[in-house]
């Protein structure tokens, strides 16, 4: 166990806190025609997807919270229809409220019962939004703060509230907020909080910045980490903005060591922003000596570098093959070959190589933030880096570094599954991991790697039979996903961790 309230050094460690958000009512609003603004590929049934990730809340509540699973199977076995919906609804008196398995919206709902912070929020929402200054008084005016964290991140103001005929769209959705893993990261005892790259998603920073200055280090401000473009910023020319611009999402930055962090260069976190990283966390006496730099093509498909890979065990990892160098040398010597080197545009399958660079934390221990760093080592690819997580940082034997391969490795069944967040796995201990159930191919490969794979329908089952969460070992737990995963994220993406025991 360990003492931190928030404190995460590996992707590994037994999980013991973690954030998330169930799917709202604004996942409900979105039209194919908003479908690029809203960071969708598809209309998902909102019903459909509430009840799949109803089992990603039971599942963590059964390793993390079991006593609020008591309270869950009194509430379905009662005869009070509105005790049986509501007990998985954020905002609801009937809520299950966890302090393991901890819900924006309430956390939301709880820092607006101070006054202050209530007023600065709607205002800062207000203008972000460009709200009427009737909007704003109509906020200030709401004492139920459940109904006002609701009303902030869904952008409905029900007529109840606003005396009108109907319901008022007052702010966009953001239907992305299930994605906690992207609103910010924990490093160690201290959290950077993330800068979304784009406007859809601009909300959700806005509103984790409250959170993390007014609940999670109301006490010790000091440990949140901001990263911002520099002062002068704004007086340059467009072209140059753009190469200064910040912006970083959580799905891009692993603590995959407790002295190594590796962070993804991006559609979505951009190079300047890695560069203030590396002198923000090297300048901290934070114990990580090393930085790796996963530079990928932007792409819609592996937005983040979670999407592309995520740690299972010390030596295991599961990897989108189009990313492996060894993958990529392997084929390069097929009969195909030939034609991908005559080809006027040889890379057939438009994934650009990616580039990984290390950067170690200066010896001299006066470091000076200004001091502009050289690439300390290029490795070959993804796959060494893995490897060399494994067996450098873990002393695993390279002997028995496992590689699980999205669909097996196998086309179509690689792509469509990487698609559908087969390589984006939450490990809620080392070797127990959730992953969708529609990705069958890569849960093969899981098994021929002596994996365990079941349902959570089924898990669920054994729990009730007597079985203990914790007698699990090395199993790929598969959630409902015909929904879920059309939101574009799996449950590496579902998840912002803030507490995992120390790997010994
Ligand atoms: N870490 C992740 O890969 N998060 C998934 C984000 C999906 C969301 N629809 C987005 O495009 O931002």
């Not at 300048?283 to 996963?294: A, P, R, T």
Request: proline share 4%; charged share 25%.
């Amino acid at each position: 166990m360990n003492d931190n309230n928030y404190y995460i050094e590996s992707e590994i460690g037994t999980l013991r806190k973690l954030i998330i958000h169930s799917p709202d009512g604004g996942i409900g609003k979105i039209i194919p025609g908003t479908f690029a603004d809203n960071l969708y590929d598809d209309i998902v049934h909102l019903k459909s997807m509430q009840k799949e990730y109803n089992h990603y809340v039971m599942l963590l509540l059964y390793f993390l919270d079991p006593a609020k699973i008591d309270y869950i199977k009194n509430c379905q076995a009662s005869a009070d229809e509105k005790l049986k919906a509501n007990c998985f609804i954020p905002g609801k008196k009937e809520y299950f409220n966890s302090d393991k398995v901890l819900e924006v919206q309430h956390l939301l709902e709880l820092i607006l019962k101070d006054e202050k912070v209530k007023l600065r929020l709607i205002s800062a929402v207000c203008s972000y939004e460009e709200s009427s200054h009737k909007t704003q008084l109509q906020l200030e005016a709401i004492d139920d703060t459940a109904l006002l964290a609701k009303i902030l991140i869904s952008g409905i103001l029900p007529k109840e509230a606003s005396g009108s005929h109907e319901d008022q769209y007052i702010f966009p959705p953001i239907p992305n907020f299930i994605f906690t893993r992207d609103i910010g990261i924990m490093i160690k005892d201290h959290v950077l909080l993330s800068r979304m790259a784009t406007t859809a998603r601009k909300r959700e920073s806005l509103i984790t910045k409250f959170l993390a200055m007014y609940f999670l280090f109301k006490e010790d401000p000091n440990k949140v980490m901001e990263v911002i473009e520099d002062s002068d910023f704004f007086l340059y020319e467009e072209m140059e903005r753009k190469a200064r611009f910040i912006s970083i999402e959580g799905g891009d930055i692993m603590m995959i060591h407790p002295q190594h962090l590796i962070v993804g260069c991006s559609e979505r976190t951009s190079s300047n922003a890695i560069n203030e990283i590396i002198h923000t966390i090297f300048s901290k006496d934070l114990g990580i000596e090393k930085i790796s730099v996963v530079k990928i093509a932007k792409n819609r498909a592996q937005m983040h570098i979670d999407t592309i890979f995520t740690q299972v065990k010390r030596n295991v990892w599961v990897l989108y093959g189009r990313y492996s160098e060894n993958i990529i040398a392997a084929e390069n010597k097929v009969k195909q070959s030939y034609l991908r080197r005559l080809m006027h545009q040889p890379d057939l399958v438009g994934i650009e190589e990616p580039e990984i660079l290390q950067f170690y934390k200066p010896a001299d221990a006066f470091y000076k933030p200004e001091i502009d760093y050289s690439v300390d080592k290029k490795l070959s690819g993804i796959e060494e880096l893995l490897v060399q997580v494994s067996v450098e940082d873990y002393h695993c034997d390279p002997a028995d570094v496992k590689i699980i391969y999205s669909g097996g490795n196998e086309f179509p069944y690689d792509d469509r599954e990487q698609w559908t967040d087969s390589c984006n796995v939450v490990a809620l201990k080392e070797g127990v991991v959730i992953g969708y159930d529609r990705n069958d191919y890569t849960a093969e490969s899981f098994r021929k790697n002596g994996f365990d794979v079941i349902t959570t329908t089924e898990l669920f089952k054994k729990f009730d039979e007597g079985l203990s969460p914790q007698s699990i070992k090395n199993t790929l737990i598969l959630l409902p996903s015909a929904e879920l995963s059309r939101a574009r994220g799996g449950s590496h993406c579902m998840s912002m961790p803030l507490l995992r025991d120390r790997l010994v």
